[in-house]
């Protein structure tokens, strides 16, 4: 598909920053795994994450900040992945709760591909984790992506992949993903402790496909309960 249809067709950007992005064409031999360029900053996105689970630019706090944790760039993050963390943000945006890496690494731990690379997943850690996979089966999304560039070619004015002209999370592929098990590390606030009791209360596991979906309801809690 063009890069062009794609830019149209695919709501990848929140509006304030759409003239600060652009998807731009992949050659034929172009792979996710490739190094990328450092000027200007991109990287590559699947389409399924934009068409499918909502994702958008630029990531959130906590995307970034769980990418930076275990050291993936986004497209070394398997779709069914991305799914759990979308579904988490919604899940905890509809609750009240803040979406925190220790709350998430409670319910979720790293599986690691085949070395030097592999894709990365998600899965549910001694605790179970929250949700279902969004699809037991993502065909052909290890063919169609697309390449996210920025306007900006100095590192150090981009607001979508830096902050400070630090990388906010890895921008291409690592050998070396970071594996953790549960919340290790991490000093969990009081408040923390307390929203984890409240995701454990909840019937699991819960379909990625309707928690997602509460992102365009106009009444995400009475939805919520109803499930």
């Not at 900053?41 to 689970?53: F, G, N, S, T």
């Not at 037991?136 to 169609?144: A, G, L, M, T």
Request: aromatic share 12%; proline share 8%.
């Amino acid at each position: 598909m063009e890069a062009s249809v794609l830019q149209h067709n695919l709501k990848f950007c929140l509006p304030p920053y759409l003239e600060q992005l652009s998807i731009e064409p992949c050659a034929p031999e172009e792979r996710v795994f490739f190094k990328v360029a450092t000027t200007p900053p991109y990287i590559y996105m699947y389409q399924c994450l934009c068409r499918d689970l909502g994702v958008t630019f630029p990531f959130t706090p906590f995307e970034c900040e769980l990418l930076k944790k275990i050291n993936v760039a986004p497209s070394q993050l398997h779709p069914n992945s991305w799914g759990f963390v979308r579904a988490f943000q919604i899940l905890c945006a509809v609750m009240g709760i803040e979406s925190s890496l220790g709350i998430f690494m409670h319910f979720y731990q790293i599986k690691l591909g085949e070395p030097p690379y592999g894709w990365v997943s998600l899965s549910g850690s001694s605790h179970g984790g929250l949700f279902q996979i969004f699809a037991q089966s993502y065909k052909n999304f290890k063919e169609e992506f697309f390449k996210v560039q920025s306007s900006h070619k100095n590192p150090s004015s981009d607001p979508i992949f830096h902050w400070n002209g630090e990388p906010k999370f890895p921008l291409c592929w690592q050998s070396k993903p970071v594996r953790f098990s549960r919340s290790e590390g991490l000093v969990l606030s009081p408040n923390e402790k307390e929203d984890i009791k409240k995701l454990e209360k909840l019937a699991r596991a819960l379909e990625s496909k309707t928690i997602l979906m509460l992102a365009r309801s106009q009444n995400p809690q009475d939805d919520l309960e109803s499930k």
